[in-house]
Protein backbone atom coordinates (compact mmCIF):
# COMPACT_ATOMS: atom_id res chain seq x y z
CA UNK A 1 0.00 0.00 0.00
CA UNK A 2 1.60 3.19 -0.99
CA UNK A 3 2.48 5.35 2.20
CA UNK A 4 1.98 8.88 0.59
CA UNK A 5 -0.43 11.06 1.87
CA UNK A 6 -1.07 13.09 -1.40
CA UNK A 7 -0.89 12.26 -5.16
CA UNK A 8 -0.52 15.12 -7.38
CA UNK A 9 -2.60 15.16 -10.73
CA UNK A 10 0.02 14.56 -13.07
CA UNK A 11 -2.08 16.00 -16.07
CA UNK A 12 -0.63 18.82 -18.36
CA UNK A 13 -3.94 21.53 -17.92
CA UNK A 14 -3.52 23.95 -14.94
CA UNK A 15 -6.03 23.85 -12.55
CA UNK A 16 -8.28 26.85 -12.41
CA UNK A 17 -6.36 29.66 -10.83
CA UNK A 18 -2.91 28.71 -11.26
CA UNK A 19 -0.30 29.20 -13.67
CA UNK A 20 1.42 27.11 -16.69
CA UNK A 21 4.66 28.14 -15.72
CA UNK A 22 5.84 29.00 -12.31
CA UNK A 23 5.53 33.10 -11.03
CA UNK A 24 7.75 35.29 -12.90
CA UNK A 25 7.79 38.17 -9.95
CA UNK A 26 7.91 35.39 -7.35
CA UNK A 27 11.38 34.16 -8.90
CA UNK A 28 12.17 37.54 -9.90
CA UNK A 29 11.92 38.48 -6.03
CA UNK A 30 13.71 35.08 -5.34
CA UNK A 31 16.70 36.24 -6.83
CA UNK A 32 16.79 39.78 -6.01
CA UNK A 33 17.05 38.76 -2.21
CA UNK A 34 19.38 36.13 -2.62
CA UNK A 35 21.85 38.38 -4.16
CA UNK A 36 22.20 39.11 -0.33
CA UNK A 37 23.18 35.69 0.59
CA UNK A 38 26.17 35.64 -2.26
CA UNK A 39 27.35 39.37 -1.82
CA UNK A 40 29.06 38.74 1.35
CA UNK A 41 30.45 35.49 0.87
CA UNK A 42 34.09 36.32 -0.37
CA UNK A 43 33.81 40.06 1.87
CA UNK A 44 33.39 38.95 4.72
CA UNK A 45 36.43 36.24 5.18
CA UNK A 46 38.81 39.24 4.23
CA UNK A 47 37.17 41.77 6.71
CA UNK A 48 36.99 39.46 9.10
CA UNK A 49 40.87 38.23 8.93
CA UNK A 50 42.57 40.91 7.27
CA UNK A 51 40.99 44.41 8.19
CA UNK A 52 39.28 43.17 12.00
CA UNK A 53 42.76 40.72 12.66
CA UNK A 54 40.96 37.52 13.74
CA UNK A 55 42.42 34.09 13.09
CA UNK A 56 40.96 31.65 10.54
CA UNK A 57 38.64 30.00 13.26
CA UNK A 58 36.37 32.98 14.26
CA UNK A 59 36.53 33.44 10.39
CA UNK A 60 34.52 29.65 10.41
CA UNK A 61 32.43 30.68 13.44
CA UNK A 62 31.67 33.75 11.86
CA UNK A 63 30.39 32.61 8.58
CA UNK A 64 28.68 29.09 10.42
CA UNK A 65 26.90 31.12 12.22
CA UNK A 66 24.08 32.10 9.77
CA UNK A 67 24.01 28.05 8.68
CA UNK A 68 23.16 27.49 12.49
CA UNK A 69 20.47 29.95 12.55
CA UNK A 70 18.78 28.60 9.07
CA UNK A 71 18.81 25.70 10.15
CA UNK A 72 17.37 25.95 13.23
CA UNK A 73 14.74 28.20 12.26
CA UNK A 74 13.13 26.36 9.14
CA UNK A 75 10.40 25.16 10.76
CA UNK A 76 9.61 28.12 11.83
CA UNK A 77 9.61 29.80 8.47
CA UNK A 78 7.42 26.46 7.03
CA UNK A 79 4.55 27.53 9.44
CA UNK A 80 4.09 31.33 8.91
CA UNK A 81 4.44 29.87 4.99
CA UNK A 82 1.56 27.12 5.91
CA UNK A 83 -0.40 29.74 7.65
CA UNK A 84 0.39 33.08 6.32
CA UNK A 85 0.99 32.43 3.06
CA UNK A 86 4.78 32.40 1.51
CA UNK A 87 4.48 36.11 0.39
CA UNK A 88 3.68 36.60 4.16
CA UNK A 89 7.10 34.54 4.84
CA UNK A 90 9.21 36.22 2.16
CA UNK A 91 8.37 39.19 3.22
CA UNK A 92 9.67 38.72 7.10
CA UNK A 93 12.38 37.09 5.30
CA UNK A 94 13.50 39.81 3.35
CA UNK A 95 13.35 42.19 6.55
CA UNK A 96 15.67 40.60 8.74
CA UNK A 97 18.23 40.08 5.61
CA UNK A 98 17.80 43.59 4.68
CA UNK A 99 18.71 44.34 8.61
CA UNK A 100 21.54 42.05 8.35
CA UNK A 101 23.12 43.91 5.43
CA UNK A 102 22.55 47.14 7.66
CA UNK A 103 24.14 45.49 10.55
CA UNK A 104 27.16 44.33 8.32
CA UNK A 105 27.58 47.90 7.30
CA UNK A 106 27.39 49.49 10.49
CA UNK A 107 30.52 46.68 11.45
CA UNK A 108 32.68 48.79 9.80
CA UNK A 109 32.20 52.31 11.24
CA UNK A 110 35.77 53.58 12.14
CA UNK A 111 34.90 53.99 15.51
CA UNK A 112 34.21 50.92 16.47
CA UNK A 113 37.06 48.24 18.30
CA UNK A 114 37.59 44.76 16.21
CA UNK A 115 35.72 43.31 19.18
CA UNK A 116 32.29 45.34 18.76
CA UNK A 117 32.77 45.33 15.06
CA UNK A 118 32.99 41.22 15.18
CA UNK A 119 30.07 41.33 17.66
CA UNK A 120 27.93 43.42 15.11
CA UNK A 121 28.50 41.40 12.72
CA UNK A 122 27.83 37.89 14.34
CA UNK A 123 24.74 39.69 15.21
CA UNK A 124 23.80 40.73 11.48
CA UNK A 125 24.26 37.10 10.65
CA UNK A 126 22.14 35.84 12.97
CA UNK A 127 19.60 38.24 11.95
CA UNK A 128 20.78 37.29 7.76
CA UNK A 129 20.10 33.63 8.94
CA UNK A 130 16.82 34.07 10.22
CA UNK A 131 15.69 36.25 7.19
CA UNK A 132 17.35 33.84 4.90
CA UNK A 133 15.07 30.42 6.27
CA UNK A 134 11.82 32.25 5.77
CA UNK A 135 12.40 34.11 2.85
CA UNK A 136 13.94 31.56 0.99
CA UNK A 137 10.94 29.05 2.23
CA UNK A 138 8.10 31.50 1.35
CA UNK A 139 9.12 32.14 -1.76
CA UNK A 140 9.58 28.44 -2.90
CA UNK A 141 5.95 27.07 -1.19
CA UNK A 142 4.70 30.71 -2.86
CA UNK A 143 5.84 29.81 -6.18
CA UNK A 144 4.48 26.03 -6.05
CA UNK A 145 1.29 27.53 -4.67
CA UNK A 146 1.57 29.21 -8.05
CA UNK A 147 1.30 26.68 -10.11
CA UNK A 148 -0.13 24.01 -8.07
CA UNK A 149 1.15 20.75 -6.49
CA UNK A 150 0.87 19.02 -10.19
CA UNK A 151 3.62 21.38 -11.06
CA UNK A 152 5.85 21.68 -8.05
CA UNK A 153 8.78 19.68 -9.74
CA UNK A 154 9.16 22.79 -12.00
CA UNK A 155 8.34 25.09 -9.72
CA UNK A 156 11.26 24.50 -7.68
CA UNK A 157 13.45 24.16 -10.56
CA UNK A 158 13.29 27.87 -11.29
CA UNK A 159 13.45 28.55 -7.98
CA UNK A 160 17.16 26.92 -8.12
CA UNK A 161 17.82 29.07 -11.06
CA UNK A 162 17.20 31.72 -9.59
CA UNK A 163 19.10 31.39 -6.20
CA UNK A 164 22.12 29.69 -8.68
CA UNK A 165 22.22 32.36 -10.53
CA UNK A 166 21.97 34.91 -7.27
CA UNK A 167 24.79 33.07 -6.22
CA UNK A 168 27.21 33.26 -9.02
CA UNK A 169 26.75 37.07 -9.80
CA UNK A 170 26.22 37.60 -6.11
CA UNK A 171 29.70 36.40 -5.08
CA UNK A 172 31.91 38.60 -7.78
CA UNK A 173 29.94 41.44 -7.88
CA UNK A 174 30.70 41.76 -3.76
CA UNK A 175 33.85 41.52 -4.44
CA UNK A 176 33.82 44.01 -7.22
CA UNK A 177 32.40 46.12 -4.52
CA UNK A 178 34.56 45.52 -1.77
CA UNK A 179 37.80 46.29 -3.98
CA UNK A 180 36.30 49.26 -5.89
CA UNK A 181 34.74 50.87 -2.84
CA UNK A 182 35.05 49.36 0.46
CA UNK A 183 32.92 46.59 2.69
CA UNK A 184 30.53 49.55 3.63
CA UNK A 185 29.53 49.59 0.16
CA UNK A 186 29.47 45.34 -0.49
CA UNK A 187 27.44 45.57 2.89
CA UNK A 188 24.95 48.40 1.82
CA UNK A 189 23.78 46.11 -1.20
CA UNK A 190 23.50 43.57 1.31
CA UNK A 191 20.68 45.34 2.65
CA UNK A 192 19.50 46.85 -0.89
CA UNK A 193 19.13 43.59 -2.46
CA UNK A 194 16.23 42.25 -0.23
CA UNK A 195 14.34 45.67 -0.32
CA UNK A 196 14.00 45.48 -4.14
CA UNK A 197 12.48 42.08 -3.48
CA UNK A 198 10.13 42.74 -1.29
CA UNK A 199 9.57 45.81 -3.56
CA UNK A 200 8.72 43.33 -5.89
CA UNK A 201 7.02 40.50 -3.68
CA UNK A 202 4.43 43.63 -2.52
CA UNK A 203 3.40 44.24 -6.08
CA UNK A 204 3.03 40.30 -6.55
CA UNK A 205 -0.42 38.26 -6.19
CA UNK A 206 -0.52 36.13 -3.14
CA UNK A 207 -1.29 32.79 -4.05
CA UNK A 208 -2.23 30.42 -1.07
CA UNK A 209 -1.88 26.88 -0.54
CA UNK A 210 -4.64 24.34 -0.05
CA UNK A 211 -5.95 24.71 3.78
CA UNK A 212 -6.43 21.83 5.81
CA UNK A 213 -4.86 19.39 8.49
CA UNK A 214 -1.80 20.58 9.45
CA UNK A 215 0.76 18.51 11.19
CA UNK A 216 3.14 19.50 13.77
CA UNK A 217 7.03 19.82 12.67
CA UNK A 218 8.47 16.56 14.09
CA UNK A 219 5.79 14.97 11.96
CA UNK A 220 6.82 16.71 9.25
CA UNK A 221 9.80 15.69 9.38
CA UNK A 222 8.99 12.16 10.41
CA UNK A 223 7.53 11.66 6.82
CA UNK A 224 10.23 13.32 4.43
CA UNK A 225 13.39 12.04 6.31
CA UNK A 226 14.03 9.72 3.08
CA UNK A 227 14.10 12.40 0.97
CA UNK A 228 15.68 14.88 2.93
CA UNK A 229 18.38 12.47 3.69
CA UNK A 230 19.01 12.00 0.05
CA UNK A 231 19.27 15.35 -0.28
CA UNK A 232 21.84 15.84 1.92
CA UNK A 233 24.23 13.07 0.65
CA UNK A 234 23.71 14.71 -2.49
CA UNK A 235 25.30 18.01 -1.70
CA UNK A 236 28.27 16.47 0.08
CA UNK A 237 29.64 16.54 -3.88
CA UNK A 238 28.65 19.73 -4.24
CA UNK A 239 30.08 20.68 -0.99
CA UNK A 240 33.25 19.27 -2.17
CA UNK A 241 33.88 21.24 -4.88
CA UNK A 242 32.91 24.78 -3.49
CA UNK A 243 35.54 23.63 -0.70
CA UNK A 244 38.53 21.96 -1.83
CA UNK A 245 38.69 22.02 -5.39
CA UNK A 246 41.11 25.08 -5.91
CA UNK A 247 43.47 23.48 -3.46
CA UNK A 248 42.81 20.36 -5.66
CA UNK A 249 43.74 22.14 -8.52
CA UNK A 250 46.92 23.63 -7.03
CA UNK A 251 48.43 20.70 -5.54
CA UNK A 252 48.07 19.60 -9.46
CA UNK A 253 49.54 22.40 -10.51
CA UNK A 254 46.57 23.08 -12.18
CA UNK A 255 45.84 26.44 -13.37
CA UNK A 256 41.85 27.15 -13.81
CA UNK A 257 40.40 26.23 -10.69
CA UNK A 258 38.13 29.16 -11.23
CA UNK A 259 36.16 26.94 -14.08
CA UNK A 260 35.09 24.49 -11.85
CA UNK A 261 32.04 26.31 -10.77
CA UNK A 262 31.68 27.96 -14.00
CA UNK A 263 31.59 23.82 -15.38
CA UNK A 264 29.46 22.54 -12.67
CA UNK A 265 27.10 25.75 -13.42
CA UNK A 266 26.24 24.77 -16.89
CA UNK A 267 25.57 21.45 -16.52
CA UNK A 268 23.11 21.89 -13.53
CA UNK A 269 21.38 25.26 -15.50
CA UNK A 270 21.29 23.57 -18.66
CA UNK A 271 19.58 20.56 -17.09
CA UNK A 272 17.21 22.33 -15.32
CA UNK A 273 16.35 24.21 -18.22
CA UNK A 274 15.47 21.60 -20.42
CA UNK A 275 14.09 19.09 -17.92
CA UNK A 276 13.07 20.79 -15.09
CA UNK A 277 9.70 19.38 -16.06
CA UNK A 278 11.00 15.61 -15.95
CA UNK A 279 9.93 15.24 -11.94
CA UNK A 280 6.31 16.38 -12.30
CA UNK A 281 6.18 14.19 -15.50
CA UNK A 282 7.53 10.84 -14.79
CA UNK A 283 8.40 10.51 -11.31
CA UNK A 284 10.52 12.35 -8.62
CA UNK A 285 12.39 8.67 -7.42
CA UNK A 286 13.03 7.87 -11.11
CA UNK A 287 14.66 11.05 -12.07
CA UNK A 288 16.46 10.90 -8.56
CA UNK A 289 18.22 7.82 -8.78
CA UNK A 290 18.80 8.86 -12.41
CA UNK A 291 20.76 11.89 -11.28
CA UNK A 292 22.34 10.65 -8.62
CA UNK A 293 23.93 8.02 -10.64
CA UNK A 294 25.34 11.10 -12.52
CA UNK A 295 26.66 12.73 -9.80
CA UNK A 296 28.20 9.61 -8.82
CA UNK A 297 29.90 9.26 -12.09
CA UNK A 298 30.97 13.02 -12.06
CA UNK A 299 32.81 12.70 -8.81
CA UNK A 300 34.49 9.68 -9.63
CA UNK A 301 36.00 11.54 -12.84
CA UNK A 302 37.23 14.60 -10.42
CA UNK A 303 38.59 11.68 -8.34
CA UNK A 304 40.38 10.06 -11.25
CA UNK A 305 41.32 13.03 -13.19
CA UNK A 306 45.29 12.68 -14.74
CA UNK A 307 44.38 16.22 -16.36
CA UNK A 308 42.95 19.66 -16.07
CA UNK A 309 40.18 18.72 -18.76
CA UNK A 310 39.37 15.66 -17.11
CA UNK A 311 38.76 17.33 -13.76
CA UNK A 312 36.20 20.06 -15.42
CA UNK A 313 34.72 17.69 -17.30
CA UNK A 314 34.15 15.62 -14.29
CA UNK A 315 32.76 18.77 -12.75
CA UNK A 316 30.06 19.25 -15.77
CA UNK A 317 29.04 15.58 -15.02
CA UNK A 318 28.66 16.10 -11.57
CA UNK A 319 26.39 19.73 -12.34
CA UNK A 320 24.51 17.33 -14.81
CA UNK A 321 23.84 14.90 -12.03
CA UNK A 322 23.21 17.72 -8.89
CA UNK A 323 20.49 19.69 -11.14
CA UNK A 324 17.20 17.58 -10.85
CA UNK A 325 18.15 15.87 -7.22
CA UNK A 326 16.19 18.69 -5.42
CA UNK A 327 13.24 19.39 -7.47
CA UNK A 328 13.03 15.20 -8.04
CA UNK A 329 12.99 14.88 -4.18
CA UNK A 330 11.10 17.58 -3.28
CA UNK A 331 8.23 16.59 -5.54
CA UNK A 332 8.05 12.95 -3.64
CA UNK A 333 8.36 14.92 -0.62
CA UNK A 334 5.13 16.76 -1.21
CA UNK A 335 3.24 13.91 -1.58
CA UNK A 336 4.11 12.33 1.95
CA UNK A 337 2.29 15.73 3.82
CA UNK A 338 -1.14 17.15 3.83
CA UNK A 339 -1.62 20.31 1.46
CA UNK A 340 -1.92 22.54 4.47
CA UNK A 341 1.94 21.28 5.13
CA UNK A 342 3.80 22.31 1.83
CA UNK A 343 5.15 24.80 3.64
CA UNK A 344 6.68 22.90 5.99
CA UNK A 345 7.79 20.20 4.22
CA UNK A 346 9.62 22.45 2.33
CA UNK A 347 11.41 24.05 5.08
CA UNK A 348 12.26 20.63 7.00
CA UNK A 349 13.33 19.57 3.02
CA UNK A 350 15.93 22.62 2.63
CA UNK A 351 17.08 21.92 6.15
CA UNK A 352 19.15 18.55 5.29
CA UNK A 353 20.66 20.66 2.06
CA UNK A 354 21.62 23.38 4.90
CA UNK A 355 22.88 20.30 7.21
CA UNK A 356 24.77 18.80 4.37
CA UNK A 357 27.01 21.95 3.48
CA UNK A 358 27.12 22.41 7.04
CA UNK A 359 28.89 19.28 7.87
CA UNK A 360 30.57 18.53 4.10
CA UNK A 361 32.86 21.02 4.64
CA UNK A 362 34.68 19.88 8.21
CA UNK A 363 34.23 16.31 7.28
CA UNK A 364 36.10 16.21 3.85
CA UNK A 365 38.76 18.36 5.37
CA UNK A 366 39.63 15.68 7.78
CA UNK A 367 39.63 13.22 4.52
CA UNK A 368 41.45 15.39 2.33
CA UNK A 369 44.27 15.83 5.56
CA UNK A 370 44.59 11.80 6.34
CA UNK A 371 44.11 10.84 2.24
CA UNK A 372 44.50 13.38 -0.09
CA UNK A 373 42.33 15.90 -2.12
CA UNK A 374 41.16 14.09 -4.43
CA UNK A 375 39.61 11.44 -1.82
CA UNK A 376 37.19 14.31 -1.30
CA UNK A 377 35.53 13.57 -4.48
CA UNK A 378 35.80 9.52 -3.55
CA UNK A 379 33.76 10.25 -0.53
CA UNK A 380 31.23 12.32 -2.79
CA UNK A 381 30.73 9.80 -5.42
CA UNK A 382 30.15 7.22 -2.26
CA UNK A 383 27.57 9.85 -0.95
CA UNK A 384 25.70 9.59 -4.29
CA UNK A 385 25.75 6.19 -4.44
CA UNK A 386 24.25 5.18 -0.61
CA UNK A 387 21.90 8.77 -1.96
CA UNK A 388 20.71 6.43 -4.47
CA UNK A 389 20.79 3.40 -2.79
CA UNK A 390 18.13 5.28 -0.10
CA UNK A 391 16.23 6.50 -2.79
CA UNK A 392 15.52 2.94 -4.74
CA UNK A 393 14.28 1.74 -1.23
CA UNK A 394 11.84 4.47 -0.36
CA UNK A 395 10.52 4.08 -4.04
CA UNK A 396 10.09 0.41 -2.94
CA UNK A 397 8.86 1.12 -0.18
CA UNK A 398 5.51 3.63 -1.42
CA UNK A 399 4.98 0.89 -4.16
Known amino acids: MPTSIIEPARGTTPAAGHLRRPSVAVIAALFAGY ?24 VGLIIGIQFLATVLTRGYAGAVADRKGGKRAALQGAAFCALGGLLYAAAALPALTPAASLAIIATGRLAAGFGESQFVTGCVSWSIASVG ?6 SMSWTGIAMFAALAIGAPAGMALYQQWGFQTAMAACAAAPAVAAAIAIAARPYHAAGGQRLPFRRVIAQIWREGLGLMLQGVGLAGLTAFASLYFAARHWGNAGLVMTAFGIGFIAVRLVAGHLPDKIGGYRVALCSLAIEAGGQLMVWAATQEAMALAGALVTGLGCALIFPA ?10 PANRGSAMGAFVAFLDIAYGVSGPLAGMIAARAGYAAVYLCGAACAALGGALVFAASRQQH
Open 35 to 58: LAVGLPLPVMPLFVHDKLGFSNVI
Open 149 to 154: AQRAGL
Open 329 to 338: LGVEALKRVP
